[in-house]
């Protein structure tokens, strides 16, 4: 543990007058991340059906992003990326999501440093409310990465049925269609008993992770089926959570920040509509989700940007955003791979940080495909869902790889690697080193029941 004793050491005593005068300088942070939740899925994002006037609300009132990428295309290591910033092979990922692939009981590293041991380490309250599912094993429970208040279901909502606060069973069996409710009640209540002194609040729903099953007061209120009703739910519960902080004269002193941990799942109504693949994918519809982020005052209100962000971009961005010298924190492993991209989010600057972002196939800890600007490779054929037969591969050769340009061909259809060879080749290489980079640096090991 010894990245959180020094996060721990950092700390700096307030008590009294001072927590006021810390907090008028300090903003409020709430990170709301919806399960699977489609790139389209949003009325603000352009579904026909789904009427979500809150979360549209929230965009009007900031900046809405249209090239925000999840941390992995699964759910374990999307959320291992968002809390620590970094690719999540760095945190022992290797496949699948805990209790899929990987044991129920596997976990990240207590010796991770969260964005919660972060801002805790500077002063704010900090708090989950949902879904946790990095880990069951006590020293990767959510108390023990950073979390001063803990309510939360440690896995997805289709693997168990119960609720914790800190290391303790708090309710069981809990009622899948009374998730949301419960999670952003949970929220509240920490944020009137927090509204003081600077908080940090991650709300990371189950909605609309499968099974489907809305809530009885919300059954059939959707144009769009069960599952249309769990997402306006969701819009709703958001709508409470920003009316609580208008109550509390929140709002400008408030972040608050919408995204989804991965792209829809197969066989769900969800969307990634224009692009194409879903969860689990490298694809863009299985990386590509909403994200919007507000702060009235510091964010300009009503914009648009397609730059490339990811969520490992959260933890420098919000610190940033915060004052916090997140740099001072990150001492030792694992290396931090998000960039602050604040001056982008405000308006500030005209080089946005990020030019490039490698992407994950869930069934692998290799990264399977790369973005620089406009240009996409995919290192190899495999697990793609491209459904492109390989000339190379029925030769023996080594699977070729599959060159798009996505400002051209936003569905990844058409492979222009044969026109582009030197484009090609520059992408390739340059994707091969970060991955040598990746599978030759330390990492910390996923927690199991025998270590």
Same mark, same amino acid.
């Given at each position: 543990?010894?990245?959180? *004793? ?12 001072? #927590? ?8 409020? #942070?709430?990170?709301?991340? !919806? ?33 925000? *990428? ?13 809390? %620590? ?24 590293? @207590? ?18 409310? =949902? ?10 429970? &959510?108390?023990?990465?950073?979390f001063d208040s803990t309510y939360y279901i440690p896995m997805s909502n289709n693997q168990i049925d119960e609720i914790w606060r800190d290391d303790?069973?708090?309710?069981? &069996?809990?009622?899948? &269609? ?36 809305? *809530?009885?007061?919300?059954? @059939? ?9 769990? #997402? ?6 958001? =709508?409470?959570?920003? !009316? ?41 519809? =299985? ?37 916090? $010298? ?25 080089? *946005? ?17 790369? %973005?620089? =600007? ?5 290192? $190899?054929?495999? $697990? ?68």
């Amino acid at each position: 543990m010894i990245i959180r *004793h020094l996060a721990a050491i950092s700390l700096s005593l307030s008590t009294g007058s001072l #927590v006021h005068a810390e907090h008028a300088t300090k903003p409020n #942070v709430i990170l709301i991340m !919806a399960d699977d939740l489609g790139y389209r899925d949003l009325s603000s994002y352009g579904h026909p059906l789904i009427r979500t006037p809150h979360l549209d609300k929230l965009a009007q009132g900031g900046m809405k992003l249209t090239n925000f *990428h999840a941390g992995a295309s699964i759910c374990t290591p999307s959320r291992m990326a968002l809390l %620590t910033g970094a690719y999540p092979v760095r945190l022992g990922w290797t496949q699948g999501v805990a209790g899929y692939l990987m044991g129920p009981r596997d976990g990240m590293s @207590g010796d991770a440093l969260t964005i919660a041991d972060i801002f805790k380490a500077e002063g704010y309250t900090t708090a989950i409310s =949902g879904k946790w599912h990095i880990g069951r094993m006590p020293e990767s429970r &959510p108390n023990r990465q950073g979390f001063d208040s803990t309510y939360y279901i440690p896995m997805s909502n289709n693997q168990i049925d119960e609720i914790w606060r800190d290391d303790e069973i708090v309710l069981k &069996p809990a009622k899948n &269609p009374l998730y949301t409710e419960a999670f952003t009640e949970e929220a509240m209540r920490f944020i009137r008993e927090n509204h003081e002194k600077p908080f940090f609040l991650y709300l990371p729903h189950t909605a609309p992770h499968f099974p489907v099953e809305p *809530h009885p007061e919300w059954k @059939g209120k959707s144009e769009f089926g069960k599952y249309g009703d769990v #997402v306006e739910e969701m819009d709703f519960r958001t =709508g409470e959570l920003i !009316a609580l902080l208008e109550e509390l004269d929140l709002t400008g002193n408030t972040i608050v920040m919408f995204i989804s941990d991965n792209g829809p799942q197969s066989g769900q109504k969800a969307s990634a509509h224009p692009f194409r693949g879903m969860k689990w994918s490298p694809l863009e519809g =299985g990386t590509r989700v909403p994200g919007i982020i507000s702060w009235p005052g510091k964010i300009p209100a009503g914009q648009t940007s397609d730059a490339l962000i990811s969520a490992i971009d959260l933890l420098p961005t919000l610190s940033r955003a915060a004052g916090i $010298d997140w740099k001072s924190h990150s001492k030792g492993t694992p290396v931090i791979d998000g960039v602050d991209v604040w001056i982008t989010l405000t308006g500030k600057g005209k080089n *946005h940080p990020r030019s490039e972002l490698l992407h994950w196939h869930g069934k692998h800890a290799k990264p399977q495909a790369f %973005t620089s =600007g406009d240009w996409k490779i995919f290192f $190899d054929r495999h $697990d793609t869902m491209l459904d492109l037969e390989d000339p190379e591969e029925k030769g023996g050769k080594k699977p070729a790889p599959f060159l798009v340009n996505l400002k051209n061909d936003i569905n990844e259809n058409n492979d222009v690697s044969v026109k582009f060879p030197e484009k090609t080749q520059e992408l390739y290489q340059r994707g091969m080193a970060l991955i040598k980079e990746l599978e030759t640096s330390e990492t910390l090991k996923i927690v199991t029941p025998e270590s």
